[in-house]
């Protein structure tokens, strides 16, 4: 069987790790929207591994991959431990401690950096795409851009806003006209920035 190249190995890390948080694959869409690439680039990666036996799918459902195990062991994934709930809302209180973990593909995390999930509570941030249920993916970091969504400690409390910097204050924007910004000092503990969101549909 001919070897898959690097991208068409991205492409199955992506979709492995899908399935894993997901219960089901992705969609051919979901796959261009991921990669950056166009619906006829996704659909002609995944015809090339349907060729060299990596992948089953079928052409007239969106959801319908299905991964060929090669019997080769595959370390594609890892875990990522979920450190309780985050508002996207008001700040509510953080259980710091390990509650289960999610598995996502190493294609998904840069190297050398460290992870951690928490499920989103509220909708101040759903004109971002960030959804009440939502899990956060977030890379941990004491320092982020202005414009980057952040998860930042306030008085024992987590929030999910995205973050500015201002001359004598940090501005905690939510995405929601709904919600006012938050206001706080320049010395506010940021702890990571939004890395991914996954979402479950149960409809």
Known sequence: MKEPTQRQKEVLDFIAGYIQAHAYPPTIRE?????????????????????????????????????VKTGEKEDASLEIPFLGTVAAGLPIMAVENMDGSVHLPRSFLKNNEKY??????????????????????IEQKSI??????????????VTLKTFYRENSRVKLQPENPRYSPIYCSRDVRVLGKLAHILRSYNG
């Open 31 to 67: 796959v261009a929207e991921f990669f950056s690439i166009s619906i006829k680039g996704a659909h002609d990666h995944l015809s090339a591994l349907k060729k060299k036996g990596l992948l089953k799918h079928g052409d007239k459902k969106s959801r319908a991959m299905e991964l």
């Open 116 to 137: 951690f999930a928490l499920r989103v509570k509220g909708d101040s941030m759903e004109g971002a795409g960030i959804l009440d249920g939502d899990t956060a993916i």
């Open 144 to 157: 982020v851009q202005n414009g980057e969504i952040a998860v930042v400690m306030l008085d024992e409390a």
